[in-house]
């Protein structure tokens, strides 16, 4: 692979991608890692290192989703402060989101290395991001549109956009590292995340932005509105 230390030994990039990371990855609740680590040593018995980059990578994934949803969004505000693109601008921000991405992968790679478990591990990742993208071009191509706002239409948002990313790829991951092969626990893992998506995504952005001050919101709300 590429040296990537050459490419970021002038000051102003390295201080970017600490602050990138600093910003956007560290200080979000990390459910989705939690969610691996207690699938990962519920159902196997994972090593904790690996329970740990994975977890981090997931928070990657999770960290770019949002960069990119704020923009295609508009939205104002993040965990209390401007929204990333507000900070650094939109051309910076949508190649932050893509070093966030790529930023998984190379983590994955750096830890495990060549075998199956990068091989299933980039696979799961690549899907995740694939369905979500796909969940958020329905999205997009629904803003503001009767007619396309169905029950079956917005089922299917949550599904790909929300529900894959947020709990099947967590608890798939886990499953993974647990060295679990039989593929019925992964399609367990899958059933069990579509329900969850649906009060995660409408009920409890609902409630947060009725209870709380919205300076005191991770965002500005626009997808509960």
Not at 125 to 144: H, I, K
Request: hydrophobic content about 50%.
């Amino acid at each position: 692979a590429p040296d990537l230390a050459a490419a970021t030994r002038f000051d102003d990039a390295s201080a970017h991608l600490e602050r990138l990371v600093r910003e956007n990855v560290v200080g979000g609740k990390a459910y989705r890692a939690l969610l691996v680590r207690l699938t990962a040593q519920g159902v196997g018995e994972a090593a904790l290192d690996d329970v740990h980059v994975v977890g981090w990578c997931v928070e990657l994934m999770q960290a770019m989703c949002l960069v990119a949803d704020d923009i295609m969004d508009q939205s104002e505000t993040r965990r209390g402060k401007a929204c990333w693109f507000r900070q650094v601008g939109t051309a910076c921000a949508v190649n932050d989101a893509l070093l966030l991405y790529s930023g998984a992968y190379r983590a994955l790679a750096a830890h495990f290395g060549p075998g199956s478990t990068f091989d299933k591990l980039a696979r799961l990742f690549f899907d995740t991001a694939m369905q979500t993208c796909v969940g958020q071009m329905l999205d997009t191509f629904s803003e503001g549109s009767q007619e396309l706002a169905t029950a079956e239409r917005y089922a299917a948002i949550v599904k790909y956009k929300t529900s894959i990313y947020t709990f099947y790829s967590p608890l798939a991951a886990g499953v993974i590292l647990a060295r679990v092969e039989d593929e019925a626990a992964l399609l367990r893992a899958a059933h069990a995340a579509g329900p969850l998506a649906f009060p995660s995504t409408m009920t409890i952005s609902a409630i947060w932005c009725a209870l709380v001050k919205m300076e005191l919101s991770s965002t500005a709300a626009t997808d509960a509105q």
